[in-house]
């Protein structure tokens, strides 16, 4: 019997305390397009921003970058990433699933240092959404099984906290 289940549209946020980058991606043809950078004040996103950009895009499900340490352990900005996480579920009612992040942003930077163009001034010209597209893609790669605990849902429906 062929699998009729629709190919979700996956949205994914590389989390910071002064900004979030988003990206979308799709879990059939696995591409990812950077989005945008989503203003934040300490973590907490700029709520209408998202909104609007949720509203747009109607993703089926979040994957949050986990800020985790050099041992895959948890620090104190990938726990306030799983907060943001839970937070994207009781605001939308959507399954969000984690992702090791690490060295993300080292590799957005690289290619926009590659592709020419940028001024080095991060500040200014952030990368984070490139940075949320590279979280992205590699969950999308690495998420056929999902048995990876960093590729596992961490809030949503059917959560189960072990």
């Not at 910071?16 to 004040?41: D, F, M, Q, W």
């Not at 994957?63 to 306030?80: F, I, K």
């Amino acid at each position: 019997m062929p699998n009729t289940a629709k190919p979700r549209l996956i949205m994914a946020f590389d989390f910071g305390s002064k900004r979030h980058g988003a990206a979308l991606g799709n879990e059939l043809t696995r591409t990812v397009n950077p989005l945008t950078e989503i203003p934040a004040k300490d973590g907490i996103p700029a709520w209408e921003i998202l909104d609007k950009l949720i509203k747009e895009w109607q993703p089926d499900a979040f994957v949050v970058g986990l800020p985790l340490d050099e041992d895959l352990a948890e620090t104190p900005l990938s726990l306030r990433a799983r907060k943001f996480a839970r937070r994207l579920f009781g605001r939308y009612g959507k399954a969000c699933y984690g992702m090791n992040e690490r060295g993300s942003t080292r590799v957005a930077k690289e290619i926009v240092k590659r592709q020419g163009g940028h001024k080095g001034n991060f500040s200014q010209d952030p990368v984070d959404r490139l940075a949320a597209a590279v979280i992205l893609d590699e969950w999308l790669q690495l998420n056929p099984k999902g048995d990876s605990v960093y590729l596992k849902q961490i809030a949503g429906p059917n959560f189960i906290k072990n």
